[in-house]
């Protein structure tokens, strides 16, 4: 499918509308921050949210709401004739749709799929609304906090996958003549998310969706650090003391595992980024 990319001065042909077209037969991915304001808004715990009105331990939105004509169910989230019910708290998908975001070399691009704007079909009314740049219409969606939390988030699916990295590379395993271990990781990255989340367990599940943080912090970049010393802290807690090489191919697979689980909640090329490290620990040693 086509792919357009945008400036931030590209002037959209639609702002937002809130008809709630766009709450129907969506895959709406969320990381940790966004479970946080969800639950925020719907004044609920974390662990509330995430086990009420998500997938796969937290990392996507459920639908399974009311049908429209096409069949497509709603959000959770979505009520009739009002559109979402925690507008307030909505993750950046929503905040950016009908736009996607890339990032290149570290600065951020929009883009849109397809020859036009689902919103021009789906939402008529956005036809007779103010057109926005591509900067205000993110600007007026409130979405410079959710960019902050997605980018610091990727920050700490790297540092948690470089965990997985030194048990393979720096711990002898890779020196053995292992093969399994990058065999497991390409494995994971093919798997469905169901499927990964199982294998990585409940303990790491709630860990990586919804860290136990004491303080009301709504600095995003603050939260996700805090976040990042509590998935370090764990997982030092864990691997430690492994002394045997099957200790230490088990958790490398394992921690690789909540690194490709977090990077889907990001909404990112999950298959592309096993392959991406499994060529940089061939590159280091690492047989397959």
């Known amino acids: 499918m086509q792919t357009t990319k945008l400036s931030s001065e590209s002037i959209l042909p639609l702002t937002c509308s809130r008809s709630g077209s766009c709450c129907f037969g969506k895959a709406v991915n969320l990381n940790p921050w966004e479970v946080f304001c969800f639950s925020k808004e719907k004044k609920v715990t974390p662990r ?14 459920t ?15 979505y009520t009739d004739n009002m559109g979402c019910s925690v507008h307030q708290g909505r993750p950046l998908a929503c905040r950016l749709y009908p736009l996607g975001r890339q990032i290149q070399f570290d600065k951020a691009h929009y883009i849109f799929e397809g020859k036009q704007f689902p919103c021009l079909t789906d939402c008529a009314d956005v036809l007779e609304l103010p057109k926005l740049s591509v900067g205000d219409y993110i600007k007026g969606q409130g979405a410079s906090s ?75 970049v603050a939260f996700a650090q805090k976040h990042n010393k509590i998935l370090l802290q764990k997982a030092q807690d864990q691997f430690g003391g492994l002394q045997t090489l099957e200790e230490m191919h088990k958790a490398s697979v394992l921690i690789i595992g909540v690194a ?14 096993a392959e991406h490290w499994i060529e940089t620990a061939k590159s280091h040693g690492a047989s397959e």
Request: proline share 3%.
């Open 260 to 273: 490709l689980h977090l990077s889907r909640g990001l909404g990112a090329d999950t298959k592309g980024i």
């Open 146 to 220: 959710f960019e902050k939390a997605q980018d610091e988030y990727l920050i700490i699916m790297q540092n948690i996958a470089d965990i997985g990295f030194e048990l393979l590379l720096d711990s002898g395993l890779s020196e053995s003549g292992d093969r399994k271990t990058l065999a497991s990781w390409r494995e994971m990255g093919n798997e469905l998310p169901e499927v990964l989340k199982k294998r990585i367990g409940i303990e790491w599940i709630d860990c990586l969706m919804i860290p136990s943080i004491s303080n009301n912090i709504e600095n995003p």
């Open 63 to 77: 639908f399974n709401g009311k049908e429209d004509e096409k069949g497509q169910k709603s959000c959770s989230q």
């Open 48 to 61: 509330e949210f995430r086990d009420l009105y998500t997938d796969f331990g937290g990392i996507r939105l």
